[in-house]
């Protein structure tokens, strides 16, 4: 759920900046570091050397090396045992990724009301490629549990949020994650592409989705759009509650409602 | 506030993992690459490949080979006007550092509470040398505006969070911390390092902190220790209301209360 995949290719730059795409000419130095990075996970955010060589492919010995850069710069810190952890020099220099804190920002005073008025889960969800990655989350300790973490990724067709950003996302990606096999949570858990097909134009047509124990037998989500000023869904919002406690359609008015707030808090165009 | 030096080199690793402490071998190439991650900043979430060059400090023509790497990772990304941004993918791997989102997972429904009882701005942070870092802030949109970012950095004296996280720190630290000529935002501020000693040393025997109009003229802020099993204090809890708008004591036993709550839920030791 959070090792990926090397990301796609960027878009070419643009001729003002450069009349060539930037090479890759500084040779696999910056690849193995960041293979490094991405060697944690949520589930082993501490490692050992010889763990952070296995789980990245790199030798012991390349791995050593490169520690001691990342260890001075504070992208990885040691913890009290000597094993390597993700550094708060780091995190502080991610958070200012515009597409995940600084939307957050923007979004939070909003995903508050939301919260205090469903006293459950209140999520923000971006779409990356044809996955959905969670920005934020926030819960009463009453709330039912979720498996939702903050920068992780769930199934885009399993939960409300991922079918809200799948429903507006270009034809290939839809077509791309509709071809995956889809892991079977529970007996609710749709993976026919027909029926998820209606449920992504169902969403587009209503301005929700529902995620109806898709994830979890005892959970249901309901999410809305947030969107730019040029019409782009851009994020989206959803409360995840306990099956059976609401009304969907109470609940989606004010997921929809909360979209709406956000999306007009966003007055720059390039979030 | 979010730039900063380089951070002091870290502990030597233990003996179990490798003989010497990791050597800088690979040369320059990483200090680089994080050089360019380093150039953002609140301020400026978004830079031209000029940009990048001018505030790294390196040659356009190094940037720019750099680049290529970093963008394919998903380190940085680029905006619909071909600047340069922090990437989804440097954040996801950043929010499994330990010392913030993984408190901050632990922390947030007893944060979710103290928010729900006193309507404020409510916020986590943790000591990074003789600073403070904001690891999380949540407020309700009737709270009072703060300067706090998540992310971002306030002065260790000038924010009740960073008094009792400065109060609980080794004496080096806090003489570093009172050395330093500090900025004075409000005729409230407290510069002089005696008085500060005494604050310092209330925090310790009171068991919070309170900032009253350090910062600016309309808030107060008070905040509790976190603390792990073996005593050490690993963060601190705050809350910050608009000033004369709530009793300083009731407010404390609520912080109070909650910091501990934070505490008992950390229980395991490398947080």
Redesign the interface.
Known sequence: M?R?T??S???S??P???GS???????P???R??RI??A???QR??L???ELARRSGLPVSTV????????????L???????Y??????????????????L??RA???L??L??LVRENVQLA?R?ASEV?F?E?????C?VPTLT????RLGITTTAAGLVLLAHAPAAVQEEALARTIPRHTPFTLTDSGRLRAVLAQARTCGYAVSDRQLSTDTLSVAAPVTTDDGEVTAAVSAVVRHGSTSVGALADLVRSCGRAISRALDT??L
């Open positions: 959070t990926h090397l990301r290719a960027p878009s730059p643009s003002q900046e450069s795409p930037p090479a890759t000419a500084t040779g130095v910056i690849g570091a960041l990075l991405g944690f996970s949520a955010p501490h050992s050397l010889s050593h090396r490169m520690l001691g850069d990342l260890l001075v710069w504070g992208a810190e040691r913890d009290a045992q000597g094993r952890r993700i550094g708060l020099r780091l995190w502080e220099v991610a958070s200012l990724a515009p597409r995940s804190q600084g957050r920002e939070l005073p909003y508050e009301d919260s205090s971006v990356d990655v920005i989350r926030i819960a009463p300790s709330a973490r903050v920068g992780g165009p390039d």
